[in-house]
């Protein structure tokens, strides 16, 4: 099923000087951590029989898909804002310590969502290739280390002209106080997104993780 999308009439985009200054002139991004709380989802999980991983893969694909800014993309020459975004995220083999980039579609329902995760799992258990399948044009990116509690991550990427897509690093989280917070990395082009946007969008994913029991 394609997904389908709407033309950004840059022309008319009050954005049209910050989009053709950061796509142009001074091309860049920026980076951004974060502690997220996740003191809810943890217990949750444990009651629902549910996986870490696709569980946090869901609560950034709902908060990705609320928010334009990180929807975006270049498709035949014209700026567009998908209509929804699905995610690309890492998966570790920890027989080869190697990993590959599985994609599965976001869908509002979490049970269905983290049932379509197992089945991507299950499919792509045996295959070690970085992309066992070429990743939805309408993709956005997550991946995880959750072997370090770290305060900074920046993903360095050589050249992203024209690639909006947004990334996401989970870190090791663990217990502050009465709370379980877990570092979590943006990184964004500025291009299309600003901090303003991303504030919003790290309000949005910790009002989901604080009432996580909402999506049973």
């Not at 142009?24 to 217990?43: E, H, M, Q, W, Y």
Request: glycine share 2%; net charge negative.
């Amino acid at each position: 099923m394609n997904t389908t999308y709407q033309a950004i009439n840059i022309e008319d985009w009050k954005r049209k000087e910050h989009f053709n200054a950061y796509r142009n002139a001074v091309k860049c991004g920026f980076s951004l951590t974060f502690k997220l709380d996740i003191s809810r989802v943890i217990p949750f999980i444990k009651e629902q029989g549910y996986k870490f991983y696709p569980v946090m893969i869901y609560l950034l694909s709902k908060a990705a898909n609320k928010h334009p800014e990180f929807k975006m993309a270049m498709k035949e020459g014209e700026l567009i804002v998908w209509d929804r975004v699905d995610p690309v995220y890492t998966v570790l083999h920890p027989e080869t310590e190697t990993f590959s980039a599985l994609s599965c579609r976001y869908t509002e329902e979490l049970t269905k969502f983290v049932k379509a995760y197992d089945q991507t799992a299950e499919q792509h258990h045996n295959d070690y290739r970085f992309f066992s399948e070429k990743a939805p044009e309408n993709h956005f990116n997550i991946s995880a280390i959750p072997w370090i509690n770290f305060d900074s991550f920046n993903l360095n990427i050589a050249d992203f002209t024209d690639y909006f897509a947004p990334s996401f690093t989970m870190g090791k989280y663990q217990k502050d106080g009465n709370n379980i917070l877990m570092p979590m990395a943006i990184q964004v082009h500025h291009a299309v997104c600003d901090g303003f946007h991303v504030a919003k969008f790290i309000e949005t994913l910790q009002e989901y993780c604080l009432n996580i029991e909402n999506f049973k």
